[in-house]
Nanobody, 121 residues
Framework: QVQLVESGGGLVQPGGSLRLSCAAS????????MNWYRQAPGTQRDMVAA???????NYQDSVKGRFTISRDNAKNTVYLQMNSLKPEDTAVYYC???????????????WGQGTQVTVST
């Protein structure tokens, strides 16, 4: 089975930085898109940043210029560098990836367990 394990969340003051990591493990033949979502209390889960297998990226407008998504294919890991954090960035951040577990398997979507990011004084 495939597992996405997230780390790096925590409490940070406005203007501070955090780096989230998400490592995929298990039976993996190929990882396609890797994404970060976030969900604040009482809101829907929205995509924050995405990166495809070729390295092309896409960001939610509210984080452009502040967040950077990257991936290390050798480590099956995606990162989210978050700078100039604002209170409105407070949310549970979820890792998401499209993965083929074997060359003949169907492409499937997987989620991490989520990690809390709190931006507050």
């Amino acid at each position: 089975q495939v597992q996405l394990v997230e780390s790096g969340g925590g409490l940070v003051q406005p203007g501070g930085s955090l780096r989230l990591s998400c490592a995929a493990s298990g039976s993996i033949a190929r990882i396609y898109g890797m994404n970060w979502y976030r969900q604040a209390p009482g809101t829907q889960r929205d995509m924050v940043a995405a990166i495809d297998s070729g390295g092309s990226t896409n960001y939610q407008d509210s984080v452009k210029g502040r967040f950077t998504i990257s991936r290390d294919n050798a480590k099956n890991t995606v990162y989210l560098q978050m700078n100039s954090l604002k209170p409105e960035d407070t949310a549970v951040y979820y890792c998401n990836a499209d993965i083929r577990t074997s060359p003949l398997a169907n492409l499937m979507n997987y989620w991490g367990q989520g990690t809390q990011v709190t931006v507050s004084t």
